[in-house]
């Protein structure tokens, strides 16, 4: 004991020489933990400061860019659920998917906000204020007109190619997934894009999706981000048909021969 003693006095003694010993102010490691708390504030300040300059300067670029990003990262997670290796050519079909309708955003959003204000819901909800009621409208107008007839007709078609899916095996993974993810999407786009229309900046809109669409991405590749398997189900097809040609060819040809003996 009086030797763990000494040695401790010891670190003290040095650890104070040193500059870096146990304080003896227990006011100290508040100033540390305070002014710690500062320098990353200051950083995650001065990060967003830079981002929404980008925004500015480079609208398009910094929103497709955050989107790719966000979705790696979502699809990522996804995969480290599996036993299976890391999946290269899904991660790159969930940044290139993404970063393709973070686009389609970038032009359509605009659009949606300037032709659906209120006028459509407002005299069916009276008691709905009209800038609810003009949130809902575009939060409809993009999950039942945008995301039916492009945001799945671009996804299934970009991460198919990229993973190289043939066009048949394409369709297939699509009409086995669309209606389960359709299902899904309207449960957890609706709030989230009511919240978006409704209180989020414009220029701010789509990398909030973005950020919620990290969220989205696991869910989406945990349920079809793998086309693995798609193909080898259209060969297999494909050769259920060939084999069923051969053994008819032999029947048809036994017949032609008893037809001309006759």
């Known amino acids: 004991m ?49 981002y929404k300059d980008s925004l500015v300067e480079h609208p398009l670029l910094t929103k497709m ?18 036993e299976d290796p890391y999946d290269k ?16 955003q970038h032009v359509a959003f605009p659009i949606i906000v300037h032709q659906c ?3 459509f819901l407002g005299p069916l909800v009276t008691q709905l204020p009209t800038d609810y009621a003009a949130a809902m409208e575009q939060t409809l107008a993009s999950q039942l007109g945008i995301v039916p007839f492009l945001y799945y007709p671009i996804f299934f078609a970009v991460s198919g ?54 969220c989205w991405t696991f869910i989406l590749s945990a349920a079809a981000g793998s086309a693995k398997g798609y193909n080898n189900s259209q060969d297999q097809i494909a050769q259920q048909e060939a084999s069923a040609e051969e053994s008819a060819t032999p029947v048809y040809t036994m017949t032609a021969s008893a037809r001309v003996s006759n």
């Open 65 to 82: 860019a955050t989107g790719g990003l966000l979705a790696s990262a979502g699809d990522a997670i996804a995969q480290s659920r599996t």
């Open 161 to 214: 190619a990229i993973q190289g899916l043939t066009a048949d095996a394409a369709v297939d993974r699509a009409k086995e997934n669309f209606l389960p993810l359709m299902k899904r999407n309207l449960l957890f786009w609706i709030p989230v894009q009511f919240v978006q229309f409704g209180f989020i900046d414009e220029q701010l809109q789509i990398p909030f999706l973005s950020v919620a669409g990290l």
């Open 2 to 50: 009086v030797m763990f003693l000494r040695s401790l006095l010891f670190c003290s003694l040095a650890g104070s020489a040193l500059g870096f010993g146990i304080p003896h102010d227990p006011t100290h490691l508040a100033d540390v933990a305070s002014h710690g708390a500062m320098t990353v504030a200051g950083a995650a300040g001065k990060f967003a400061n830079t």
């Open 89 to 104: 050519p899904r991660a790159l079909s969930f940044m290139a998917f993404d970063m393709c309708y973070r686009a389609l």
């Open 117 to 119: 204000h209120g006028q």
